[in-house]
């Protein structure tokens, strides 16, 4: 016997051979497998077995096939099957010999096909079993579970009931993760109910799958009421409930439950971790997120997928772009979500340029971008400022599938908007099918930056036809419409009728109303406001006030509302500029001196003023007197061309735009050197007769350059678009649409 084994080794190739050791009834089972080579192992392992037998006494009629089990043997072969074919060879034999109606043997080519990813094969073969035990049922809904097919799941176990097959504990998890990724609360509910009824209710593995299914659905004080009735809780409990509430908003109490984890002495797996990040990158907390990083490095979790996205992210939330930068570069292969996380970490840090750059270099890496990709993408552009990008942009999402997309394409009204051009915004508002209230507001809000208060107002008025009710950012989009515009009464309609919606004012909203009295020249009303309010009024509420003061020139009232910003925000350079501003507007030069000092003795430093033009499609900067540019020379001709052009046209420079205490000359030549001029000057040495000048600065425009840019655009016959700290300004013919009034 040993000696003919030894000699069946040795010529394990010859399917002939290898055949005449089993009797004709087998032979057709074995002869696929004798074909194939990727089953050898298990052949040698069969054979090995058989060589190890001890020979009985009396074995004259020993023969090797009289112990053979064919479960065990076609479930090696299923263990080591790893392409169709080889599930094609075993269920042919499989009903070739019978054992095709073997429910241990089909639930284990079921879960074979799923391990394959043959989910038509898998449900084929199920689909042909007379009468499927609950370990089939198991298995079939398992592998739709696995495999994200949660409709599918569903469906299997309500055809299991209804065959009268009771459900196992085993059956009950897998129900439940469908229930969590449909995700449909109400028959997770049923589920549940069943879970009582059939004495689940202390399984620890079914009752995490309860504690998922609440957190997904959005229940997460339920999934606290299963979590707080579980006596054996496991890593996954744990795991299930912070992550829970990290996905549902509350990430200290996601953050709360982990110490509580750690003081059970319960150890944390890199899922739980991955919570843990998250909260504390939502309560931008990154000297404790530091720490678990530390954890992570200590268990050697340091290069988990999941992980680096976490971290990549939370420093990147956190402002060490850097930082996050080293965790992207690491990554040999990132997926989309870790290119979202730096690219959102850059666009919203103040890093546009490289936010820009990242997705230009994902594109031509053809790494497949996703909604967040290029909503972050868009933010970043409109940071730029810059149009010529932004209809690159444009152009980009017209060409993939989510130009039909109402969330990028709110985040494209946005951009167009914020690069000048609420005409390209408009188009994007009009293709957009399904307007929700954001897309409305997004709309309101840019016709307000821009000022075109009745346009804003048409469009409310259409919203409420469409049948869409407004919300609080519609309100502040409106009241900065009517601000813009100089719409006072309608600015106080629009604020009164917001208790009709069940909207509560906030700060933006009063801060929006002192700024819309007090620009029209109504301080009185303003403060008489703003001492009304049913909120303690903040920094915005006060700085409106002040603003408003400066260009009123009422002293008393601004140093009262600076004494109320210098309280609530001490370090804030702007509010002890605003009141600088104010007293050199009243020739007030020793309390802008005192000033000057209490700012030094505070280190506080006045921020430089800078503007931007974008000529073929870079963007050029300058700031007062400034000498740097390669083209100075020719700068400074064009500006002493236009300062005569100017004077000959009747131009007289408001002197008192000036915040210095200079002589007259001194202020003339002060005010023609201001960054804008700078650039209006560049612009019209660098372009064609015609071609519309794009400015964008840091600071709110001065009178004096706003009156000059007016009689330029006239002059020049060019539309210049000016963006200052609070809304764009379009100059043409001489007109602005601001209508003087900002």
Known sequence: MHLRLSLLRTNLNSSLFFLNFFPPRIRPLILPTVI???????????????????????????????????????????????????????????????????????????????????????????????????????AIIRGYSKHNLFGDAMEMYSRMQASGVSPDRFTLPCVLKACSGVPVLEVGQRVHGQIFRLGFESDVFVQNG???????????????????????????????????????????????????????????????????????????????????????????????????????????????VMVARSFFDQTKTPNVMMWNAMISGYAKNGYANEAVGLFQEMIFKNVR????????????????????????????INKTEYRNDVFVNTALIDMFAKCGTIDLAREVFDRTLDKDVVVWSAMIVGYGLHGRGRQAIDIFHAMKQAGVFPNDVTFVGLLTACNHSGLVEEGWKFFHSMKYYGIKARHQHYACMVDLLGRSGHLNEAYDFIMNMPIEPGVSVWGALLGACKIYRHVTLGEYAAEQLFSLDPYNTGHYVQLSNLYASCRLWDRVAKVRILMREKGLSKDLGYSLIEINGKLQSFRVGDKSHPKFREISEELESLERRLKDAGFIPHLESVLHDLDQEEKEETLCNHSERLAIAYGLISTAPGTTLRITKNLRACINCHSATKLISKLENREIVVRDANRFHHFKNGVCSCGDYW
């Not at 089953?39 to 037998?53: A, G």
């Not at 639930?107 to 042909?128: C, H, M, P, Q």
């Open 369 to 396: 971008t996703d909604s967040i990709t290029v909503r972050s993408t868009i933010l970043a552009c409109a940071q730029v400022g810059s149009l010529e990008l932004a209809e690159w942009m444009g152009d980009y």
């Open 210 to 320: 309860l504690v998922a299914l609440y957190a997904k659905c959005g229940r997460i004080e339920q999934a606290r009421i299963v979590f707080e009735g579980l006596d054996d809780r496991n890593i996954i409990s744990w795991t299930s409930i912070i992550s829970g509430y990290a996905q549902n908003g509350q990430p200290m109490e996601a953050l709360r439950i982990f110490w509580q984890m750690r003081q059970w002495n319960a150890k944390p797996d890199w899922i739980a971790l991955v919570s843990v990040l998250r909260s504390y990158t939502d309560v931008e907390d990154l000297e404790q997120g530091k720490s678990i990083h530390g954890c992570v490095v200590k268990m050697g979790l340091e290069y988990e997928p999941d992980l680096l996205i976490s971290l990549t992210s939370m420093y990147a939330k956190c402002g060490q």
């Open 36 to 138: 194939s080579s990727e089953f050898h192992v298990t052949l040698s392992k069969f054979l090995n077995f058989y060589s190890s037998l001890p020979l009985p006494l009396d074995h004259s009629d020993y023969t090797p096939y009289s112990a053979f089990d064919p479960d065990s043997f076609f479930s090696s072969l299923l263990d080591y099957s790893v392409h169709k074919r080889h599930l094609n060879q075993i269920h042919a034999q499989l009903v070739v010999s019978g054992l095709v109606e073997s429910g241990f043997l089909v639930t284990k080519f079921v879960n074979t096909s799923w391990n394959l990813e043959e989910i038509g094969y898998a449900r084929k073969v199920f689909d042909e079993f007379p009468a499927p035990s609950v370990f089939l049922w198991n």
